[in-house]
T-cell receptor
Framework: DVKVTQSSRYLVKRTGEKVFLECVQD?????MFWYRQDPGLGLRLIYF???????EKGDIPEGYSVSREKKERFSLILESASTNQTSMYLC?????????????FGPGTRLTVT | DAKTTQPNSMESNEEEPVHLPCNHS???????IHWYRQLPSQGPEYVIH???SNVNNRMASLAIAEDRKSSTLILHRATLRDAAVYYC?????????????FGKGTKLSVIP
């Protein structure tokens, strides 16, 4: 089975801190994604990557950056955390080819910024 | 991007079939219809997808209207574990169509 793991289920950080969220997948997938999920707003795409060292902005990239140095790992970075970045963060991966493009999601990291 | 419209919530009795509707009147000829669901406190999981023909898998069936402007996800016998938010998503098949755009979905409650 495909497995997508995220470094923490729960995280509490202070305003202004630099925050790293890590995501690892074990299926050699080309594509990886970061979403955030907020009540009433659904899932929104922050960034995605279709290859090592490649990245594309999603719908809400402001305040975030990403890093993909290895195929299996995709990191989301909050350079200076703010309270409006309190959210559930979900990582996903998918194969680059094929009709399905099925995305496999991790369990999520609930980040609280105080 | 083509949009989908789903009811905010639905209820079903346990052991009965559930039909979850989705309208997508602006679908293009190359858009695939995907369904995901999200159980409480978990990330979304893939359920099923199709293009024109009805599809079946171990989790559900997908019925697609002949004009492709609507589709229905069918759970044949709802269980308590099927209580989740179900998302209907359109996805292009061209190069670069990596994204899934999630709407608000339908929250399915299953009554014992």
């Amino acid at each position: 089975d495909v497995k997508v793991t995220q470094s923490s289920r729960y995280l509490v950080k202070r305003t202004g801190e630099k925050v790293f969220l890590e995501c690892v997948q074990d299926m050699d997938h080309e594509n990886m994604f970061w979403y955030r999920q907020d009540p009433g707003l659904g899932l929104r795409l922050i960034y995605f990557s279709y290859d090592v060292k490649m990245k594309e902005k999603g719908d809400i990239p402001e305040g975030y950056s990403v890093s993909r140095e290895k195929k299996e790992r995709f990191s989301l970075i909050l350079e200076s955390a703010s309270t409006n970045q309190t959210s559930m963060y979900l990582c996903a991966s998918s194969s680059g080819g094929g009709v399905s493009y099925e995305q496999y999601f991790g369990p999520g990291t609930r980040l609280t910024v105080t | 991007d083509a949009k989908t419209t789903q009811p905010n919530s639905m209820e079903s009795n346990e052991e009965e079939p559930v039909h979850l509707p989705c309208n997508h009147s602006t679908i293009s000829g190359t858009d695939y219809i995907h369904w995901y669901r999200q159980l409480p406190s978990q990330g979304p999981e893939y359920v099923i997808h199709g293009l024109t023909s009805n599809v079946n898998n171990r989790m559900a069936s997908l019925a697609i209207a002949e004009d492709r402007k609507s589709s229905t996800l069918i759970l044949h016998r709802a269980t308590l574990r099927d209580a989740a938010v179900y998302y209907c998503i359109l996805r292009g098949s061209g190069a670069g169509s990596y994204q899934l755009t999630f709407g608000k979905g339908t929250k399915l409650s299953v009554i014992p």
